[in-house]
Each structure stands twice: as structure tokens, then as C-alpha cells.
């Protein structure tokens, strides 16, 4: 039996979740609106302050839907009560990050200094020249574009230059050693 699936979605207090027809369930809260499609087999039901998503059978894709579906849910519920931020780290002698307005501007060792525009609904801070924090309620669009901004100069290995997660380890590899 799916252990997450079966767990029901807590709403807090400030947060209207309405199940239109087709799945297509939408979420309000402090922070902004999530509306997402979700799988039509999987039935999602509002129980007294919970939500409740149950399947209509054993098939082993039935099973991996139920969980997907409750945690869809549960991310687009805590996404608009607190949001997603991931954090990025710059590496390097000479590398830094700017921003202006919506514009962030990296510094990254090529000949051109390279722009990214904000997508729509996420938004870029800095904390100094080399920290970089991706924040929105979406957490699929933060995790992308924290992905895409990395991928702009992803960390080496016997250096570790580059844009890396806060919270990811390099392995280090030795570098070359001189002849006898």
C-alpha cells in the first residue's frame, strides 16, 4: 500500500484548496496561486480541513500515482503558505554574481559576462558577490532554474570552480604530479 499516498494533506489556516472538474486543482495562499492538473483516475476529496487522495485499484501504476499525486499536492500547499529557495554557491578566482532589476549578470571566466533573465513567479537574491538564492512557490520552477543557472559553469573537480548547491559535495580528484 502507498504510505505516502495514503497520508492526507493538512490545509493550514489561509489556504483555499478547490478540486474542479478533470483534477485540475488550484491553491491559494499568503504567497500567491498554484493551479495544477493532476492524473484523472486518482480521486481527490476535501475531508474536514484534509485532503484525501485515493486510487481505484492495485495496478502497479495506479500505486505510483497515488503517491505522486498526494506529494504534488502537499508541495503546491507548502509552497504557497512558505515557498522554495534553493541556495547556489560561486567558486572562484574572479567569478562573481550581479544583479540588476530582473537581470542577473555572472562573471564566470568566459569572455562574455553571462545574462539570465527571471522567469515569471521566481525570484533571484544575492548575499554578497557569491551567493546566489532562487526563491518562488513553485517548486519545479526553482529547482529548474536553479539547474539552468549552474549549469552556466558547473563545479570541477580538481579546483571546484564553478556554481554549486549550497549543500553539494565535490568529489576533488588529484591533479597531475611531476616527473622524477
Given at each position: 500500500m502507498s504510505r505516502i499516498g495514503r497520508m492526507p494533506v493538512a490545509i493550514p489556516a489561509g489556504v483555499t484548496v478547490t478540486i474542479a472538474d478533470n483534477n485540475v486543482v488550484t491553491v491559494k495562499g499568503p504567497k500567491g496561486t498554484l493551479?495544477?492538473?493532476?492524473?484523472?483516475?486518482?480521486?481527490?476529496?476535501?475531508?474536514n480541513g484534509h485532503i484525501v487522495v485515493t486510487r481505484p485499484n492495485d495496478l502497479k501504476k495506479m500505486k505510483s500515482l497515488h503517491g505522486l499525486t498526494r506529494t504534488l499536492i502537499n508541495n503546491m500547499v507548502h509552497g504557497v503558505t512558505e515557498g522554495y529557495e534553493k541556495k547556489l554557491e560561486v567558486n572562484g578566482v574572479g567569478y562573481r554574481a550581479q544583479k540588476q532589476g530582473k537581470k542577473l549578470t555572472l562573471s564566470l571566466g568566459y569572455s562574455h559576462p553571462v545574462e539570465m533573465e527571471d522567469p515569471e513567479g521566481i525570484e533571484t537574491v544575492l548575499e554578497g558577490q557569491n551567493v546566489i538564492i532562487v526563491k518562488g512557490i513553485n517548486k519545479e520552477k526553482v529547482g529548474q532554474y536553479a539547474a539552468e543557472i549552474r549549469d552556466k559553469r558547473r563545479p570541477e573537480p580538481y579546483k571546484g570552480k564553478g556554481i554549486k548547491y549550497a549543500d553539494e559535495v565535490?568529489?576533488?580528484k588529484v591533479g597531475k604530479t611531476g616527473k622524477k
Amino acid at each position: 500500500m502507498s504510505r505516502i499516498g495514503r497520508m492526507p494533506v493538512a490545509i493550514p489556516a489561509g489556504v483555499t484548496v478547490t478540486i474542479a472538474d478533470n483534477n485540475v486543482v488550484t491553491v491559494k495562499g499568503p504567497k500567491g496561486t498554484l493551479e495544477r492538473e493532476l492524473p484523472a483516475e486518482m480521486t481527490i476529496k476535501e475531508e474536514n480541513g484534509h485532503i484525501v487522495v485515493t486510487r481505484p485499484n492495485d495496478l502497479k501504476k495506479m500505486k505510483s500515482l497515488h503517491g505522486l499525486t498526494r506529494t504534488l499536492i502537499n508541495n503546491m500547499v507548502h509552497g504557497v503558505t512558505e515557498g522554495y529557495e534553493k541556495k547556489l554557491e560561486v567558486n572562484g578566482v574572479g567569478y562573481r554574481a550581479q544583479k540588476q532589476g530582473k537581470k542577473l549578470t555572472l562573471s564566470l571566466g568566459y569572455s562574455h559576462p553571462v545574462e539570465m533573465e527571471d522567469p515569471e513567479g521566481i525570484e533571484t537574491v544575492l548575499e554578497g558577490q557569491n551567493v546566489i538564492i532562487v526563491k518562488g512557490i513553485n517548486k519545479e520552477k526553482v529547482g529548474q532554474y536553479a539547474a539552468e543557472i549552474r549549469d552556466k559553469r558547473r563545479p570541477e573537480p580538481y579546483k571546484g570552480k564553478g556554481i554549486k548547491y549550497a549543500d553539494e559535495v565535490i568529489r576533488r580528484k588529484v591533479g597531475k604530479t611531476g616527473k622524477k
